[in-house]
Antibody, heavy 121, light 110 residues
Framework: EVQLVESGGGLVQPGRSLRLSCAAS????????MHWVRQAPGKGLEWVSG????????GYADSVKGRFTISRDNAKNSLYLQMNSLRAEDTALYYC??????????????WGQGTMVTVSS | NFMLTQPHSVSESPGKTVTISCTGS????????VQWYQQRPGSAPTTVIY?????PSGVPDRFSGSIDSSSNSASLTISGLKTEDEADYYC?????????FGGGTKLTVL
């Protein structure tokens, strides 16, 4: 079964850091690009960042550029999001999403259930 | 920046047909593929249309997608509406190195 399981969310103070992880199973992880997509409470979907199959191409939304860093470890079938200088507006459910192709940007075919990040003092 | 605009909400009765639009802000929406995602409350999104008009396996043929270059828009059409279709629907495309979502449309089936 194809599965994405996010972890690492929680309550964090503004200005602090948090690292999200996504464990992939049921498919050949290093054959596909991966993404992070977030959804603030009661709001729509917002693409955060994407990384190609070999980490050769990376993209970020303007809202997180310079603060967030996406990475992947193909040997561990894992995707990561290092979030620094967190702001209240980063509060959201963060989804890990698989692309059906190797490159970015494109689309998503598999989604995890998300991990909640709350930025508040 | 490239943006996709959707109506905030639409409603229709069971058995009827509804169309949700997704209008591109600049360039040609036909330049890159458009996808449509369904999100029910409390659940992650799932794909109902990919590459403008393709349905993933398991998605009923009541769902269809199209592109209208003259209006620079994409459309999701759901026919034979069922109460289970009630959900939020998001269009999505991409430009250069970024991914763009529409703001989402809440479909009410009543």
């Amino acid at each position: 079964e194809v599965q994405l399981v996010e972890s690492g969310g929680g309550l964090v103070q503004p200005g602090r850091s948090l690292r999200l992880s996504c464990a992939a199973s049921g498919f050949t992880f290093d054959d596909y690009a991966m993404h992070w997509v977030r959804q603030a409470p009661g709001k729509g979907l917002e693409w955060v960042s994407g990384i190609s199959w070999n980490s050769g191409s990376i993209g970020y939304a303007d809202s997180v550029k310079g603060r967030f860093t996406i990475s992947r470890d193909n040997a561990k079938n894992s995707l990561y999001l290092q979030m620094n200088s967190l702001r209240a507006e980063d509060t959201a459910l963060y989804y890990c999403a698989k692309s059906p192709v190797r490159t970015i940007p494109y689309a998503f075919d598999i989604w995890g259930q998300g991990t909640m990040v709350t930025v508040s003092s | 920046n490239f943006m996709l605009t959707q109506p905030h909400s639409v409603s229709e009765s069971p058995g009827k047909t509804v169309t949700i639009s997704c209008t591109g802000s600049s360039g040609s929406i036909a330049s890159n593929y458009v996808q449509w995602y369904q999100q029910r409350p409390g659940s992650a999104p799932t794909t109902v249309i990919y590459e403008d008009n393709q349905r993933p396996s398991g998605v009923p043929d009541r769902f269809s997608g199209s592109i209208d270059s003259s209006s620079n828009s994409a459309s999701l059409t759901i026919s034979g509406l069922k109460t289970e279709d009630e959900a939020d629907y998001y269009c999505q495309s991409y430009d250069s190195s970024i991914v763009v979502f529409g703001g989402g449309t809440k479909l009410t089936v009543l």
